[in-house]
């Protein structure tokens, strides 16, 4: 029950935050491996991105990628949310006497990342194909030419085996064990600290969705150099054999784009992905939370 609620939260908070997905990993391909001021900037903020997906493209293409993304909020979400929540309900995020331990809680998250990123990797592969997908007047970097989810695994597998449906996981794993760690450890920290000033009552919605405020900040920060090159490596063509042409991995990824696009290329598109993870975070950990206390009430009164 643990993993099913905790996949609910995920895909309820996807539902709002999917189009804030498709313009982070448009603006994250955007002058890929190029010299800042030598490309066109078909997206120049976050808001102009918006607009001009929706008039090209069209306002459907601003949900581009939703199936996969949900699927893959479920997947992720549900184990990693899952994993730290039985953890957390098992007292291994706890001192002996009942104080959150920061090391422990980091750990847990970290490695609650790691499972929920190696299992559902070949939805990240397929929905960022997806994503990036538009018309050529204003496409960025590599255009997969997918008809949908099922025909997108179907023709990786076919074309590169199951290998090729988990390329670029291990360069994913440490985005999501930095994002996971800062999230849940930030959240559980700033949940405590705010609950025990008292400002509002006990249980309330409230203090999860403040603590799920002050998470954003953090996550974002950490997060947008790995986010940046995961979309990176999960994008890139690749040879027959299903190496990619462009990037070696994560550390050569990072190397080339701070080579190329300078230092604030790791941290390209940050303002769409803090408007993107801050509303998703602040929405999935507020359901997560109180999902899982709906559920703890229901079960104490059968």
């Not at 905790?6 to 994250?28: D, H, I, W, Y």
């Not at 959240?187 to 009552?201: D, R, V, Y």
Request: aromatic share 10%.
């Amino acid at each position: 029950m643990d993993f099913f609620l905790s996949g609910v939260a995920a895909c309820g908070a996807c539902l709002f935050t999917n189009p804030l997905e498709v313009v982070k990993t448009r603006m994250q391909l955007q002058g890929e491996l190029r010299a800042p001021g030598t490309y066109t900037r078909h997206y120049r903020n976050v808001f102009h991105a918006f607009y001009t997906i929706g008039r090209v493209d069209g306002l459907a293409a601003l949900q581009r990628g939703l199936l996969p993304a949900l699927l893959y909020q479920f997947s992720m979400n549900g184990i990693r949310l899952g994993s730290y929540g039985i953890a957390e309900s098992a007292g291994y995020t706890r001192t002996c006497d009942g104080h959150l331990s920061p090391l422990r809680s980091t750990l847990a998250g970290a490695l609650a990342g790691v499972m929920g990123a190696v299992t559902s990797s070949p939805i990240y592969l397929v929905k960022t194909h997806i994503q990036a997908q538009s018309a050529a007047e204003i496409a960025v970097g590599h255009q997969y030419q997918h008809e949908g989810m099922v025909h997108a695994l179907v023709m990786i597998h076919r074309e590169h085996g199951m290998a090729g449906l988990w390329r670029g996981a291990i360069s994913a794993v440490p985005r999501v064990m930095v994002g996971s760690a800062t999230q849940l450890t930030t959240f559980t920290s700033s949940k405590e600290f705010i609950g025990n000033l008292g400002i509002f009552p006990k249980n309330s919605w409230l203090v999860a969705l403040s603590a799920g405020m002050t998470s954003s900040f953090t996550i974002a920060i950490a997060m947008t150099p790995f986010d940046v090159a995961s979309t990176r490596l999960y994008n890139q063509p690749v040879s027959p054999e299903g190496q990619g042409l462009m990037y070696k991995g994560l550390l050569d990824c990072l190397a080339k784009i701070i080579r190329t696009e300078g230092l604030l290329g790791i941290y390209k598109g940050l303002g769409a992905s803090y408007f993107r993870i801050g509303p998703h975070t602040i929405l999935s950990l507020l359901f997560w939370d109180q999902l899982r206390e709906t559920y703890a009430r229901w079960t104490q009164q059968r």
